[in-house]
């Protein structure tokens, strides 16, 4: 029979399979990576799972004893061991027992905080779900109360019946935020007409088409020639701006436009919505919104009007009267002391003081400079003549004995 040999040359062993390179891990990294290829190799192997190893419990005892230790004093040498396996078997299911228990014990100990725990746990839930449940009704109600204020004038609307040319029970109002220029002598900051018009019924035109106006009356009587203008077809055209307010003949009142209807709705905008009466200027159209007399007493109402048959169809009330500003003379300002303010008349008399206390100190040491650079230079003293002789050490020479001797200087 001829002898096997297998791929390395090795006679009499029979073929396996072939070998593997030895490889040499040098980091951790390609340990694992040669670890999970050999596993790979055969993913159909299974791969061993050890077991949890059992618990340790006690022999259980027997049903039938059959070396019954008894009294008799004919007992061998041998029993005393037996007898010592016994106790000793006895100590270790006591000292089982005793584990078992204190083991139990912390069990329910364990289970009791946790019960604990959690009854604490949903107290503080319960708590804090409260205390939301309270800061969002109060929320709400805040939220109610504000939604309240600002839809009054609409809910008055809603009990009010609107039938055309009928008063809006709404006073038109300045902006009462606290920005700068709300009111000055030639302009005035309104409110805008926010959800005036919208609750009317039975009007000839549509939101889209309807257009709110403004207008605008010195004193009362401007009011007056309004109302009496009022149902004529050419309200719009009746007082151009630039005759309005020319002379004491004038009408004293003019409209100008606001925009549509559409454009004011009843929602609740970001920021500050007003309509700035005379912001054109100096105009000279008949609607164009102009500048008031300065210092004058005015009167405003918002107006509904149809655009296709120019007339008014309903209207608010008017405002109650504005006062514009009074420009003074730059020569009317009292500049005497007692009307500053407390603060501004500290720091004045402070930093005056400051200031002589420097202009002093300046003026000292000016003045010192002065005198020491007209009295001059002190005198500097000669230094004395060297009367004493001196030993001159020259180690270069020490045959000339002429550096040994004294001499003058």
């Not at 005015?298 to 504005?322: A, C, F, M």
Request: glycine content about 6%; charged content about 25%; some cysteine.
């Amino acid at each position: 029979m001829a002898a096997t040999k297998e791929k390395d040359g090795r006679p009499g062993k029979p073929a396996g399979k072939e070998s593997q390179p030895l490889i040499i891990a040098k980091t951790p990294a390609e340990e694992q990576r040669l670890k999970l290829e050999r596993l790979m190799r055969n993913p159909d192997k299974p791969v061993p799972v050890p077991e949890r190893p059992k618990e340790w419990n006690p022999r259980a005892p027997p049903e039938f004893v059959r070396d019954v230790m008894g009294s008799s004093a004919g007992a061998g040498s041998g029993e005393f061991h037996v007898y010592r396996h016994l106790r000793r078997r006895e100590y270790q299911r006591q000292d089982f027992l005793d584990r078992m228990t204190d083991k139990q014990k912390l069990d329910l100990d364990y289970l009791e905080k946790v019960k604990e725990n959690q009854i604490a746990a949903e107290e503080r839930t319960a708590k804090r779900k409260k205390k939301r449940e309270k800061l969002k009704q109060k929320k709400l109600m805040v939220k109610k109360a504000k939604l309240e204020s600002k839809t009054a004038e609409a809910i008055v609307l809603c009990v009010w019946l609107g039938v055309s040319n009928a008063e809006v029970p709404i006073t038109p109002e300045i902006v009462s935020s606290v920005a700068i220029g709300i009111l000055t002598s030639t302009t005035i900051m309104l409110k805008q007409p926010r959800c005036y018009f919208d609750r009317l019924e039975g009007l000839p035109c549509s939101s889209q088409q309807c257009e709110v106006w403004l207008v605008v009356s010195r004193g009362n009587v401007g009011v007056q020639t309004f109302e009496e203008e009022e149902t004529s077809d050419d309200i719009l055209s009746k007082s151009p701006y630039p005759y309005a307010f020319q002379d004491s003949t004038s009408p004293n009142f003019f409209i100008t436009k606001v925009g549509l209807q559409n454009t004011f709705p009843c929602i609740e905008l970001p920021g500050i919505r007003y309509f700035q009466v005379g912001a054109d200027g100096r105009c000279d159209t008949t609607n164009c919104n102009g500048v008031l007399p300065t210092g004058a007493t005015v009167r405003v109402k918002y107006i509904l009007v149809d655009p296709n048959k120019q007339r008014i169809e309903s209207g608010t009330r008017w405002s109650e009267p504005i006062t514009l500003l009074t420009p003074s003379a730059s020569s009317s300002i009292d500049v005497s002391t007692w009307k500053r303010s407390g603060a501004m008349v500290v720091i004045t008399v402070i930093l005056s003081c400051s200031m002589a206390v420097l202009i002093l100190m300046l003026v000292l040491v000016l003045m010192q400079n002065c005198s020491s650079f007209t009295q001059g230079q002190p005198d500097i003293p000669a230094p004395p003549a060297l009367s004493q002789g001196i030993r001159r050490y020259n180690t270069h020479s020490l045959d000339n004995s002429e550096h040994y001797s004294n001499v003058r200087i």
